[in-house]
């Protein structure tokens, strides 16, 4: 009895000690964070039977246990991934937003309505010079806040990506940390109980390691942790992999990787600047780069079709270059659609109109653009072919294309002033006109003159057309005009739209020539022994008015029978569309006064002058309307009078050509000084609806872009402060868990202290009994 | 759930509160600093992307304003040049028909002339204005004189060198303001109606129709006389001085003792001996002047035909010989244009034939038609004067009528820009309100905001520091 009495007391002291101690340790850390309260776990001890009595045997202090919820502490990581994720977002998006300067008076979209407020200022006076260097200031000032916001954004993306090295270090810092403390609880619980403080620490690291990536932390038997990072190991309870940042220098972009391996993070602060730097940066250059790109197309289209304040152009060097794409040495070979020109090009024509400076005539040409098939040398020997025009490409495979002397050229959406300038129509030479080709000829087929020295014959060979059976009037013009016996018998052949001429080179009443016949003379509606004579009096047709239709066309005028304008009763100019569908009749006879203008189609007027016009001998007149005068959208592929250079946003700049010399802006459409069109045509590019932009127009795009990432900022902060009060409601039900609260422990410790007491005061008396016994003995 | 609270739980639920609370209180600062309640687009991205929109519509909106402020500059400007224009015109008019009174003298008529002449160039003045440098009425030809003098024929004549595109400014997003007037609409518009002769030799418009500008005129010249003359006698001077043209027949009453060519005045033949036996003029009822020779009169009667041969000019240098029989006579003046068919067939007297295209003459010319008809730059008689300076007044009224209908045009759109610039200064406000509301700070709330704050800041500072200062162990003794 007496040893169990002291072994009972020894084992009460001991326990209350331990239990005191414990109290000490839960006080000491009150405010260590991630700290678990802990606490003594006691129980009786194991009785023993002495007779027929199971006797007591004291108190036995069994373990130090934590007071700690894992399922708790997993969420409380989670969530910690999460508001990192949030946080490193979020301050991403607010340097975006301050870049963007949405409300602020120097941010693009406020620069971008300046730029149009003083274009609209400019067409109030189209040759104000002052305004004129406003406006291209503007639209400068314009270009620079661009490319310095695309070299914002391209700067954050370099700073997320050294945060993303910042953060990788830390996390490196922390999965070692982690396997160290591995190491020492396996080691620790492996010879004595559970490691408390050590795994409060590892918990710690981890939490911390969660704001960083988001983990998977799973526990094994020994009390080994593996932390897995997207899938991969980061810690094993025998190895520690190392993040590391991959930056990949041909797009920019960067990728994470573990033990070399990439990996995909989406959570804690990497998880937040990796998906910044990997689509929603991408994503604000792509969109400030399309923005860009629309624009600069948008508007060169309108402007390349303008013409400057001087007038017609002499030479136009274009900004984007031909590329050889064979590598075969030669660019003419490559498809004009495939020359690795920056813009789209489309099936459709490009007007070249030629100014003579002396008279002011335009002669207006088209140059057929066929995607498919029109290769850079054919386009440039349409070019060349223009009279008064000539076109190369320099060593990089940029055009330059220059006039003659005396000679301008523009890409305006014009009328020609004098249709017809072969004098076809009511001319002074002796003149006669086929009806539309194409003329079905065939092999040996003749056409029999009578010319001023006499009768010769012209035959046609099949060799000379395509498809003799289909030969076009600039075929046959061709074939006449080599014949060297016609061209000394002073006639000469042209092609009007469809129609053949041939006429005399001489003006006037004397000049005369026959149609002898001829088995061609059929396919072209002649008659044998047709004479034909020239007049004193020319029947000039003047145009005037401007066309309103937006598609390319013609007009083809002919008369319906003989007569004098003016004069003849029932003369009628009939007027065809260029596939041949009349579209109007002229009375031109009695009763219409030589000069009036009448209206034709779509704007345009027509006045005749006194003279003879002739069915019979096939009077023709053929006026090129044009609607479009670039639809196949080549001056903006070309970068040929250009208002802005460059592609994206990093590149947008005006034309320097514009900014040494605001007068080449092409603010007008017929280059007179106080004409605005083109710069209202210009306003109307940039403020309209895109289909490119989703239907947007320009600024409402940049606006969107602004009001994007404003949106994204507001959603991601809503998002932080309602996972910050989880958070904070996770932490405080953690607290509540294994919190320290002294009240609670002070209590405990009196207590304690009382059982001790209480523990030796039995001792006390159970050594007093001891003694007594011992006396007696 | 047992609650278990502890000191840290405590003391980090403080902090969050007075952290929110100075936040609350930051924010309102700021507002009330900037006097804006969206600072940031992500304030409110849904009141900002508003606000930014509105104020886009506000720019465009002050950039309408801009240009139709300029627009109605250009406007007014027109009109006052333009009522000036149209004054003139009724001055010209006025002293026109001073000018058609007979009893004025050639000198008051020169006076009158001289007026009409400085009305001329004040009137050429005003349609060559400028404006800021600009010309006003040049469409979009501006940096030249709209109406330059050429002159053809040892006439000036004015032409239109503007062309016809008017300026236009943008007043909204799809509508446009014409601003200038080009300015043949007013002073140079064309309302071809054929050629007219004034009638002073005869000629008459042939069959074919005419091409031509302005007027022009016709010359025709008397290139000698034929005649087969009787009772002694004989043309004067070879009849070299003769202006009467074509065959006209001659009627000598010996008994009588008159002499008459056609249905011309009958006149006694001058008794041998008087001062002009030898160059005596007998005239038509035309005026056409045969000279004649009685020196030699036998005083028998004679009745016979006279020929004056001719040719006609457009220039007064090249002359092509008629025969009086051509219906349709081409005669075709490349300097100035003109391809004009005469019917030769009544062409009785010499002279200079003015010929009008009308409603084609343009104010200028007007002016100087009849300025130079008013000094009787042709030297012609009151009747044939009275007849030209009547055929005038209808190209001066038609020239005054262009004008004003121009005036209504430029007054119309004048107004249209006025009330069009009302209306945008109501749609500016109320944009601008829109985006105030928006946009801006509403002070008494921020204020009130602000106090609230600060309010709860002070609560919740009071309250910790009273609940954290207590502790178990106060009571422990």
């Known amino acids: 009895m007496s040893l169990l009495g002291f072994d009972i007391g020894v084992r009460a002291l001991l326990t209350a000690q331990s239990r005191l101690e414990t109290i000490g340790h839960n006080l000491a850390n009150a405010t260590t964070p991630g700290y678990s309260r802990q606490s003594v776990l006691v129980s009786a001890s194991t009785p023993q039977t002495i007779g027929a009595l199971l006797q007591g045997g004291g108190v036995q202090a069994d373990a130090i246990q934590r007071a700690f919820d894992a399922v708790l502490n997993g969420r409380l990581s989670q969530q910690m991934s999460a508001l990192g994720r949030l946080d490193a977002s979020g301050s991403t998006l607010m340097q975006i937003e301050t870049l963007l300067g949405g409300m602020s008076e120097t941010g693009p979209a406020k620069l971008l309505e300046k730029m149009f407020a003083s274009f609209s200022a400019l067409a109030t006076a189209a040759d104000d010079g002052v305004l004129r260097s406003s406006a291209v200031q503007s639209a400068s000032a314009f270009a620079g806040r661009v490319n310095q916001l695309a070299g914002d954004v391209q700067s954050l993306k370099h700073t997320v990506a050294s945060q993303l090295e910042i953060g990788a270090r830390r996390v490196n810092e922390l999965a070692s940390r982690i396997s160290v403390l591995n190491r020492e609880i396996v080691n620790a619980e492996a010879s004595s109980s559970a490691a408390n403080d050590l795994r409060d620490q590892r918990e710690q690291a981890l939490r911390e390691l969660s704001s960083h990536v988001d983990v998977r932390a799973i526990e094994d038997e020994r009390g080994g942790m593996r932390v897995l990072v997207g899938g991969?190991?980061?810690?094993?309870?025998?190895?520690?992999?190392?993040?590391?940042?991959?930056?990949?220098?041909?797009?920019?972009?960067?990728?994470?990787?573990?033990?070399?391996?990439?990996?995909?993070?989406?959570?804690?602060?990497?998880?937040?600047?990796?998906?910044?730097?990997?689509?929603?940066?991408?994503?604000?250059?792509?969109?400030?780069?399309?923005?860009?790109?629309?624009?600069?197309?948008?508007?060169?289209?309108?402007?390349?079709?303008?013409?400057?304040?001087?007038?017609?152009?002499?030479?136009?060097?274009?900004?984007?270059?031909?590329?050889?794409?064979?590598?075969?040495?030669?660019?003419?070979?490559?498809?004009?659609?495939?020359?690795?020109?920056?813009?789209?090009?489309?099936?459709?024509?490009?007007?070249?109109?030629?100014?003579?400076?002396?008279?002011?005539?335009?002669?207006?040409?088209?140059?057929?653009?066929?995607?498919?098939?029109?290769?850079?040398?054919?386009?440039?020997?349409?070019?060349?072919?223009?009279?008064?025009?000539?076109?190369?490409?320099?060593?990089?495979?940029?055009?330059?294309?220059?006039?003659?002397?005396?000679?301008?050229?523009?890409?305006?959406?014009?009328?020609?002033?004098?249709?017809?300038?072969?004098?076809?129509?009511?001319?002074?030479?002796?003149?006669?006109?086929?009806?539309?080709?194409?003329?079905?000829?065939?092999?040996?087929?003749?056409?029999?003159?009578?010319?001023?020295?006499?009768?010769?014959?012209?035959?046609?060979?099949?060799?000379?057309?395509?498809?003799?059976?289909?030969?076009?009037?600039?075929?046959?013009?061709?074939?006449?005009?080599?014949?060297?016996?016609?061209?000394?018998n002073g006639l000469v052949a042209s092609a009007v739209g469809g129609a053949l001429v041939v006429q005399t080179v001489g003006v006037g009443a004397t000049q005369s020539f026959t149609l002898q016949g001829g088995t061609a003379a059929g396919a072209f509606g002649w008659s044998a022994g047709q004479v034909v004579n020239g007049s004193d009096v020319v029947a000039t047709p003047t145009i005037s008015g401007a066309y309103t239709g937006s598609a390319n066309g013609a007009l083809v005028f002919r008369p319906n029978i003989d007569g004098t304008i003016g004069t003849t009763a029932g003369l009628v100019v009939e007027v065809f569309d260029a596939n041949g569908n009349k579209l109007t009749d002229l009375q031109v006879g009695a009763g219409y006064q030589p000069g009036d203008e009448l209206e034709v189609v779509d704007g345009v007027k027509v006045a005749f002058a006194f003279g003879h016009l002739s069915a019979t001998d096939g009077d023709v007149l053929r006026v090129e309307l044009t609607g479009d005068s670039d639809s196949a959208r080549l001056l903006p592929a070309l970068g040929l009078n250009n208002f802005f250079d460059g592609l994206d946003a990093s590149t947008l700049a005006v034309r320097g050509t514009l900014l040494a010399d605001p007068d080449q802006l092409a603010a007008s459409v017929t280059g007179a000084s106080g004409d605005a069109s083109n710069l209202l045509r210009m306003l109307e590019a940039a403020q309209g609806e895109l289909a490119a932009l989703d239907g947007n127009s320009l600024d409402e795009r940049l606006a969107q872009i602004v009001g994007d990432v404003g949106f994204e900022l507001q959603t991601t902060n809503d998002a932080y402060q309602a996972e910050q009060l989880a958070l904070d409601s996770l932490e405080a039900r953690r607290e509540q868990i294994s919190g320290v609260n002294t009240d609670e422990e002070l209590v405990a410790l009196l207590e304690q202290q009382q059982a001790y007491a209480a523990a030796a005061q039995f001792l006390r008396v159970v050594s007093e009994i001891t003694n007594e016994l011992l006396d007696i003995v | 759930m047992n609650i278990r609270p502890t000191q840290t739980a405590a003391l980090s639920s403080l902090q969050s509160g007075l952290f929110m609370n100075l936040a609350k209180i930051v924010r309102a600062q700021e507002q009330l600093a900037t006097g804006k309640r969206i600072l940031r687009v992500s304030d409110d991205p849904g009141g900002a992307t508003l606000a930014l929109a509105y104020g886009r519509r506000l720019g465009d909106t002050e950039r309408f304003l801009a240009s139709l402020q300029s627009g109605r500059n250009l406007l007014d400007s027109s009109a006052t040049r333009l009522e000036e224009s149209g004054e003139i015109l009724v001055r010209t008019r006025e002293l026109l028909l001073q000018g058609m009174n007979g009893t004025l003298s050639n000198a008051d008529r020169a006076t009158l002339a001289q007026s009409v002449e400085q009305l001329r160039e004040r009137l050429l003045e005003l349609a060559n204005d400028q404006v800021d440098g600009r010309y006003l009425f040049g469409g979009t030809a501006t940096d030249g004189a709209p109406f330059s003098a050429s002159t053809i024929h040892g006439v000036e004549r004015i032409t239109y060198a503007g062309n016809a595109d008017a300026q236009r400014v943008q007043v909204g997003d799809d509508s446009y303001l014409q601003t200038t007037l080009p300015g043949f609409e007013a002073f140079s518009a064309l309302q071809r109606s054929g050629a007219s002769y004034a009638g002073l030799t005869g000629a008459r418009a042939g069959t074919s129709a005419d091409q031509g500008t302005g007027f022009t005129r016709l010359y025709a010249r008397h290139d000698g006389t034929s005649a087969a003359l009787g009772a002694g006698l004989a043309l004067a001077n070879g009849g070299a001085d003769d202006t009467l043209l074509g065959t006209h027949s001659l009627v000598v009453d010996g008994v009588a003792g008159t002499v008459q060519l056609d249905n011309g005045t009958t006149l006694s033949i001058p008794p041998a001996g008087s001062a002009n036996v030898a160059d005596f003029v007998v005239t038509d009822e035309n005026g056409a002047e045969l000279h004649l020779d009685f020196s030699a009169y036998t005083g028998a009667s004679f009745s016979g035909s006279v020929t004056g041969a001719a040719s006609l000019s457009l220039d007064g240098t090249s002359y092509t010989a008629i025969n009086f029989s051509e219906t349709d006579l081409e005669l075709v003046d490349g300097a100035s244009d003109v391809v004009l068919h005469v019917d030769t067939q009544a062409i009785r007297r010499e002279g200079t034939e003015l010929v009008v295209f009308d409603g084609t003459v343009n104010a200028f010319d007007t002016l100087r038609g009849i300025a130079d008809d008013l000094a009787n730059v042709d030297a012609l008689d009151f009747d044939a004067l009275s007849e030209r300076l009547n055929a005038w007044l209808g190209e001066l009224d038609r020239?005054?009528?262009?004008?004003?209908?121009?005036?209504?045009?430029?007054?119309?759109?004048?107004?249209?820009?006025?009330?069009?610039?009302?209306?945008?200064?109501?749609?500016?406000?109320?944009?601008?309100?829109?985006?105030?509301?928006?946009?801006?700070?509403?002070?008494?709330?921020?204020?009130?905001?602000?106090?609230?704050?600060?309010?709860?800041?002070?609560?919740?500072?009071?309250?910790?520091?009273?609940?954290?200062?207590?502790?178990?162990?106060?009571?422990?003794?």
């Open chain 2, 399 to 477: 020239n005054h009528e262009n004008v004003l209908v121009s005036l209504g045009g430029v007054g119309a759109r004048a107004q249209h820009a006025a009330n069009l610039t009302e209306a945008l200064g109501e749609q500016g406000a109320q944009l601008d309100a829109l985006r105030s509301n928006l946009e801006d700070a509403d002070l008494g709330t921020v204020a009130l905001e602000l106090s609230r704050a600060q309010t709860t800041l002070e609560l919740v500072q009071a309250t910790s520091a009273r609940l954290l200062s207590t502790s178990l162990l106060d009571y422990l003794r």
């Open chain 1, 232 to 488: 991969r190991m980061l810690v094993s309870p025998s190895a520690t992999a190392t993040m590391s940042v991959a930056h990949d220098p041909t797009d920019d972009s960067v990728s994470l990787r573990i033990g070399g391996e990439e990996v995909e993070v989406l959570g804690g602060q990497i998880g937040g600047l990796l998906s910044m730097s990997r689509s929603f940066l991408p994503k604000l250059a792509g969109d400030v780069d399309a923005f860009a790109r629309n624009l600069i197309y948008e508007v060169n289209r309108a402007h390349s079709t303008g013409v400057a304040l001087d007038g017609p152009f002499q030479a136009l060097r274009a900004s984007h270059a031909l590329v050889d794409q064979d590598g075969d040495g030669n660019v003419d070979d490559e498809l004009l659609a495939g020359a690795g020109l920056p813009f789209e090009i489309e099936d459709g024509e490009l007007v070249v109109n030629v100014t003579d400076r002396d008279s002011g005539d335009i002669e207006t040409h088209r140059i057929a653009i066929d995607t498919q098939r029109t290769t850079v040398g054919d386009f440039l020997d349409a070019l060349e072919a223009l009279p008064h025009l000539s076109a190369q490409l320099d060593a990089r495979g940029t055009l330059r294309v220059q006039a003659d002397a005396g000679f301008g050229f523009d890409f305006a959406k014009r009328l020609e002033s004098a249709p017809d300038s072969i004098g076809s129509f009511g001319g002074g030479h002796a003149s006669l006109g086929s009806g539309d080709g194409p003329f079905a000829l065939a092999a040996g087929d003749t056409l029999d003159f009578v010319g001023n020295s006499g009768t010769f014959s012209v035959a046609f060979q099949a060799g000379d057309f395509t498809n003799i059976g289909a030969a076009t009037a600039d075929e046959v013009a061709r074939v006449l005009n080599a014949d060297s016996t016609f061209a000394a």
